[in-house]
């Protein structure tokens, strides 16, 4: 039978502090990004390169980003590079773990966009006297990143619900290791573990619709 007793009070003292992991899960999310999508953009430069080196490169990134599960790249971060003398923190693992994870799926999302760009735009630019890199920085940049906008959202929120991997490699400051935390002191699995759910859900909810604002007015023509 069902014979559950909730005990909310807890979690709800808890409150405070399972809203200042969400202020560190959000700060690891944001950093995530904003190195993703710079190697991102050095990867989708490999790959227009012509090299054949680094366009394998890009493409070996690629492929392990997307075709492996995330957690992996959080191991490989802390435990794997410890086994060559580079012990990063676990705060620092998770960065580096979820970064390469976007970089990987940011950069075949902004492929995507750029196949959306007429060649006529790239010509047009150096037709004006631009360089190579020149037309790519000034037209071809701002259009691709356009484009690829709100995939770029979604990469957001999948990087926000990524950090709670966290906990896997000893990280206890964002939400979820806060809330395993916890759990551990008090039992109240169910109760804390459904109020941090809520608050990843309503941090998730509040991205997706600044960024749909924010593109509203961006990309208004």
């Known amino acids: ?84 003398g580079i012990h990063l923190s676990p705060y620092t693992a998770l960065l580096v773990g979820i970064a390469f994870n976007n ?16 060649d006529t735009q790239t010509r047009s630019g150096r037709s004006l006297g631009m360089t190579s890199m020149q037309t790519f920085r000034l037209i071809i940049l701002p259009q691709m990143l356009r484009v690829a906008f709100l995939p770029a959202t979604n990469q957001m929120v999948w990087a926000i619900l990524m950090t709670s991997l966290g906990v896997t490699v ?29 608050i990843y859900y309503v941090i998730a909810k509040i991205v997706t619709l600044a960024a749909r604002l924010l593109a509203a007015r961006l990309f208004r023509y």
């Open 170 to 198: 000893g990280m206890n400051t964002d939400l979820a290791g806060v809330t395993q935390a916890l759990n551990a002191r008090s039992f109240r699995t169910f109760e804390f573990f459904a109020l941090a759910a809520v």
């Open 103 to 118: 970089a990987g799926y940011l950069a075949e999302n902004f492929r995507g966009a750029l196949k959306a760009i007429p």
């Open 1 to 84: 039978m069902f014979n559950y007793t909730f005990h909310w009070n807890q979690a709800l003292k808890a409150l405070p502090q399972l809203l200042d992991g969400a202020v560190v899960t959000l700060q690891i999310a944001i950093l995530s990004m904003v190195i993703g999508v710079s190697c991102a953009i050095v990867l989708t430069l490999f790959r227009l390169s012509g090299n054949r080196i680094l366009g394998a490169f890009a493409s070996v990134w690629v492929e392990i980003a997307r075709n492996t599960p995330a957690l992996f790249q959080i191991y490989m971060a802390h435990f794997g590079l410890g086994n060559f």
